[in-house]
């Protein structure tokens, strides 16, 4: 039988939209199953909070558990590879954040390009650091701390939760922009780090906020700056670094990350529900409280951000001769 000419025009594109219309539909019926969100650090740090804050959010608005799992280790590169090797079904997610960015050029060797084969889906915070000192120290504020830092070289420790972690880039990029010199002292996680600070163990941390604002709020740690390029709501008594130090600005950030080749419905959805998410204001008042910046991007916006922090840490990791533990 001979269609038709218009008949079969019809019939020819109603068959070339399935493809699309099965791909919505499975980006629609997404997730089958509980999704494994991986976080690369210890729990009780910015990386672990933040991926249970947005885990739990998620869950409630796609109707399947988030599952945090912290994978620590080298930085956060252990768990980055877990997802660049994971299905590329959306049900293995990480938990990006500046680390990541970092260790593009503190590593010689990985196992894969974090630029290429991470999709980068949503961004979701941007948090300041927090350069603490332990109450024992000599002192009191910032211009102080460089003082007594160019007056006693070397002497004074400085503790990160891990080389290349952002607490540890926002003290080098101290180091290098106001001239001093302090021993790096690098732990497995803020926990062990924070604790050690609160005994004078090691004299200073630039510490990220969610992990560290309590301790400053009690009174247990005495808050010096901030290291964003302005004053934080959350501390608005606390001076930025960049009012004593021209030019200086380093944060912490957050995001989700797929595997290269993620179905784009899939990424597409989770960016949605991502940026509704962190637009809701209960989760708002929860990240405000932990004094960060809601980061609401495309994922082309995401992967600009990428681009760029990994050029700017990049310059100094170079400059600090920085080489993984």
Do not use: C
């Amino acid at each position: 039988m001979k269609l038709p000419r218009r008949h079969f025009l019809h019939l020819a594109g109603g068959a070339a939209a399935l493809p699309a219309v099965s791909r919505f539909a499975w980006a629609q019926a997404y997730p089958r199953r509980p999704v494994r969100l991986i976080a690369g650090f210890a729990p009780g740090g910015g990386v672990d909070i933040t991926a249970r804050l947005i885990g739990q959010s998620l869950s409630e608005r796609l109707g399947q558990p988030f599952v945090i799992e912290n994978r620590t280790g080298a930085g956060g590169t252990i768990a980055a590879e877990a997802v660049v090797r994971a299905a590329i079904d959306g049900h293995t997610l990480l938990l990006v954040n500046s680390a990541n960015a970092v260790n593009a050029t503190l590593y010689d060797k990985l196992n894969y390009n974090f630029i290429r084969d991470i999709v980068p889906v949503a961004s979701i915070s941007r948090v300041p650091n927090v350069m603490v000192l332990p109450l024992s120290f000599p002192a009191k504020i910032i211009a102080e701390f460089i003082a007594y830092a160019k007056a006693n070289p070397g002497k004074i420790n400085m503790g990160s939760s891990g080389t290349g972690a952002s607490d540890h880039m926002a003290g080098e990029l101290f180091k290098m922009m106001a001239g001093i010199d302090m021993l790096h002292v690098p732990y497995r996680g803020s926990a062990p780090a924070l604790t050690d600070l609160l005994a004078g163990q090691v004299q200073v941390m630039f510490a990220s906020m969610p992990s560290v604002i309590e301790y400053v709020r009690a009174g247990n740690l005495r808050a010096v700056a901030v290291t964003t390029g302005t004053r934080s709501d959350a501390l608005p008594d606390i001076p930025a670094v960049g009012e004593f130090v021209p030019g200086y600005e380093a944060a912490t950030w957050y995001g989700i990350g797929a595997p290269k080749k993620t179905p784009p419905e899939i990424v597409k959805r989770l960016n949605k529900e991502t940026n509704a998410a962190i637009a809701e204001p209960k989760l708002k008042a929860r990240f405000a409280d932990i004094g960060a910046e809601l980061l609401s991007m495309t994922s082309d916006e995401f992967a600009n951000l990428i681009v760029e922090e990994t050029e700017k840490w990049g310059k100094v990791v170079k400059f600090a001769g920085i080489k993984p533990e």
